[in-house]
């Protein structure tokens, strides 16, 4: 079979020595994912290969030299997400996440998108009145919306931020925990709590619950209500039923923005109650200013382990839907 070569420039000594990582390790992941052989000249990659391997090794390193252009770090997580991007045909995206940063934090830390997943998510959350982000843990689905509704209230854009999750772990409910309504609740919020608090720091953040401006309560407090020029997140939204997805979502007031945010694979409802998140997603596809996210495990922003546990669990449930499939058949 005939070889193919190819150049690709990387502008730089610094770039060079980004992209080829600690002892040539980003060099050699590629290397071994395409089965092609990459060398230096000067300042140039030169790959020799099969062509499809050729190709998706240029691209790679190319979306590596992009990241790079943009002051992010090339390590080995960023290296396979290039790699899963061109084999999807998708390494041209990389470039969608140089448009600045998300938010910054207390201590002057810039939150970025980390994938073009997360960046879909994000543009939507600042063009949708609602925004649907559903994916799995280490997604980054919670963090990001934080950030947003931090930035929200800075810029004046929501006068107050409500933080909301349905009290359903694991069989657990609010009754049997100790203390009281906060107490109660301080548990499935934590996540929140962590977030709020590097991006106003502990002072600010203190400051903002007295006042009233950050408010914390359970999805059952919402009823009634109105919520008006806020910005709400609804975290954990995969154990809603679906009376209490569609009675969230009717709280939505003038100048308000909601986030929903959940994984559809670790629903904890009692048997018999489907979940009002995936109910949600389907009855509101295509209504005009909801936007539904959907991150995978692409999108998995944490230990590399994770998307590699995350995976692990979606082929038992795709095998285990698949033998559920005989027996009916059967």
């Known amino acids: 079979m005939n070889r193919t070569v190819k150049r690709v420039e990387a502008a730089g000594v610094d770039k060079l020595q980004k992209i ?72 041209q995206d990389i470039t969608k996440l140089s448009s600045g940063t998300v938010a910054v934090t207390y201590r002057g830390k810039p939150v970025k998108c980390k994938t073009v997943g997360q960046k879909k998510y994000v543009d939507s959350i600042k063009s949708q009145p ?8 280490g997604t980054g689905k919670t963090y990001l919306a934080v950030c947003l509704s931090v930035q929200a209230l800075k810029g004046r854009q929501a006068d107050k931020i409500i933080l909301t999750r349905p009290a359903v772990e694991a069989g657990e409910k609010l009754g049997f925990l100790p203390g009281d309504l906060q107490n109660k609740v301080d548990p499935y919020l934590r996540p929140l709590y962590d ?18 401006t950050i408010e914390i309560a359970p999805l059952a407090y919402m009823r009634g ?24 979502l009717t709280r939505l007031g003038d100048g308000s923005k909601m986030v929903i945010t959940g994984d559809a694979t670790q629903v904890d409802l009692p048997d018999g109650k489907s979940s009002g998140l995936q109910h949600a997603a389907r009855v509101l596809e295509n209504v005009d ?24 669990y979606e082929r038992d449930g795709n095998r285990r839907s698949e033998i559920a499939d005989v027996d009916k058949a059967d």
Not at 304 to 309: A, S
């Open 130 to 137: 609602v925004t649907f982000g559903i994916g799995p843990a």
């Open 289 to 312: 200013g909801v936007g539904i996210i959907h991150l995978t495990d692409k999108d998995v922003v944490r230990n590399p382990m994770v998307m590699k546990i995350v995976r692990a």
């Open 225 to 248: 209500r109105t919520l008006s020029n806020a910005f709400v997140i609804l975290d954990e939204a995969q154990n809603t039923t679906r009376e209490q997805m569609k009675m969230f």
């Open 20 to 91: 080829l990582g600690t002892f040539d390790e980003n060099l050699n992941i590629i290397m071994r994912e395409f089965g092609v052989l990459i060398r230096v000249e000067g300042l140039e990659f030169i790959i020799e290969g099969e062509e499809e391997g050729v190709i998706n090794s240029a691209s790679v390193i190319e979306s590596l030299l992009a990241l790079a252009d943009i002051g992010e770090s090339v390590d080995r997580s960023r290296v396979e997400y290039c790699i899963e991007l061109a084999r999807d045909g998708k390494a």
């Open 195 to 212: 977030a709020l608090q590097e991006m106003l720091g502990l002072e600010t953040y203190v400051k903002y619950m007295e006042r009233g």
